[in-house]
């Protein structure tokens, strides 16, 4: 299958504090060369006066890609990591400092939804303004009006201005209009954080549906791993400008993933506060998977932590406190006494599948010694996060509850027979 974007050597660095050339001469040389011949910049770095690392901010280096036609391309990294300045450049919004971007056919972007909506007009009216920003001729607009109409739910406040719409109608009817767009290639960065879980569900669906009955190429940008890994064939893992990973969906999702927890364990891993014992390593995982896999809620987990103990001779024991990322406990269990010896204690605890819900947990962690307070307290030592499970994209978004068990319901409906005397 033929590349239908092809991304070759693309740079992106932005110039902080003094951003001229220090003359006058070639501040209109690089103005010539950008704006009118359509080369690239050619002062890019070099030129600027007295410029040092602090003073450049490379927001993409050296990126190299392609996209093949009907391919849904997913995209992923931490805030910062260049993906928005990497869609403005294929959007054309953007130049880049150095590199080429070829693209065939018609492209369109979904990177601010509401593009163009005036909130003292109608829903009506603004489809039809919306539109023409996007690129829509009025004739395809009138083409397809009832059906963005319908899409977006807000069928009995068409005709009222947008100012009295809620958040919700309001993104619902402009991302309606932008996902009805034609084009080749249609570029999507984080617009399905907004709407509730149907609306979202609906949007993926559509997606899914032009690239595969369609042919249209898609790059997506999200944070949600899951849809990523659900609704993309291939996926981009960017890290500080860079391209960490390209490649396979699932296997570019987890190196992602593990990256972001080995993060959060160098940042929260304390210095020891008391000589007798040590923290030496601490692991989360899903039974049966390595290390840098997805935790599902269908995942038994297992919590793996190795100690350093220096002395002998007293009693200890391990208390661990489960908590919600905005400090609420789950549990707070403690652990067998056992005598101390010189060497290495290992501490291992099992959560059953099918118990806690999608969320991102903190673990706390407290050591006594015979007996007595805790000699030892690390706060937040790690963090991990559980995904939901979703079979394709037949459900999007967030059960309530800290906690989901797997309980057995049932429901039942009987009909009451009535007996009638047929006169």
Not at 158 to 171: A, E, F, L, Q, W
Not at 266 to 294: C, F, H, W, Y
Not at 354 to 366: E, F, P, Q, V, W
Request: hydrophobic share 40%.
């Amino acid at each position: 299958m033929s590349a239908i974007l092809k991304v070759e050597n693309v740079s992106k660095v932005y110039q902080l504090g003094q951003t001229n050339t220090g003359t006058l001469k070639k501040d209109l040389h690089r103005w010539w060369a950008v704006n009118v011949q359509k080369k690239e910049d050619p002062f890019a770095i070099e030129s600027y006066p007295n410029n040092t690392q602090s003073d450049t901010l490379w927001a993409l280096k050296d990126i190299s890609f392609e996209v093949n036609q009907g391919d849904i391309l997913g995209i992923v990294g931490s805030n910062g990591s260049g993906k928005s300045t990497l869609l403005k450049i294929l959007s054309r919004i953007v130049r880049p400092t150095s590199g080429t971007v070829r693209g065939k056919g018609k492209v369109n972007s979904l990177l601010e939804i509401g593009t163009g909506f005036n909130w003292d007009l109608t829903g009506r009216e603004n489809i039809f303004i919306s539109g023409y920003f996007l690129g829509m001729k009025k004739q395809e607009i009138q083409q397809c009006f009832d059906e963005i109409v319908a899409f977006s739910g807000v069928e009995r406040f068409i005709d009222t201005p947008v100012k009295h719409y809620s958040s919700g109608m309001y993104m619902r009817l402009a991302f309606s209009v932008a996902a009805h767009l034609e084009p080749d290639i249609l570029i999507v960065d984080e617009v399905l954080a907004v709407g509730d879980a149907e609306f979202q569900t609906k949007c993926l669906k559509k997606m899914e549906e032009a690239s595969h009955l369609q042919g249209r190429t898609i790059l997506f940008v999200s944070h949600d791993a899951q849809v990523v890994s659900n609704l993309c064939h291939k996926a981009l893992w960017l890290d500080k400008g860079e391209i960490r990973e390209n490649g396979e969906t699932q296997r570019v999702v987890d190196c992602y993933l593990a990256s972001l927890k080995e993060k959060e364990v160098a940042q929260v891993r304390p210095e020891n506060a008391e000589s007798t014992i040590q923290v030496k390593s601490m692991a989360v995982t899903a039974l049966g998977k390595s290390q840098d896999q997805v935790i599902l809620v269908h995942d038994p987990i297992e919590i793996q932590i190795e100690l350093s103990c220096f002395t002998e001779g007293f009693n200890i024991e391990v208390g661990l406190a489960l908590n919600t990322q905005d400090g609420t406990c789950v549990f707070d269990l403690g652990s067998p006494t056992i005598k101390a010896e010189v060497g290495e204690i290992y501490y291992t605890m099992q959560i059953p599948e099918d118990l806690l819900n999608a969320h991102k947990y903190t673990i706390s962690l407290m050591i006594h010694k015979s007996n007595a307070p805790a000699i030892l307290e690390f706060k937040n030592l790690t963090t991990f996060e559980i995904q939901d499970f979703r079979e394709r994209l037949s459900y999007f978004g967030s059960r309530q509850g800290i906690i989901r068990p797997r309980v057995q319901v049932e429901l039942l409906a009987k009909m009451k027979r009535t007996n009638k005397n047929p006169l």
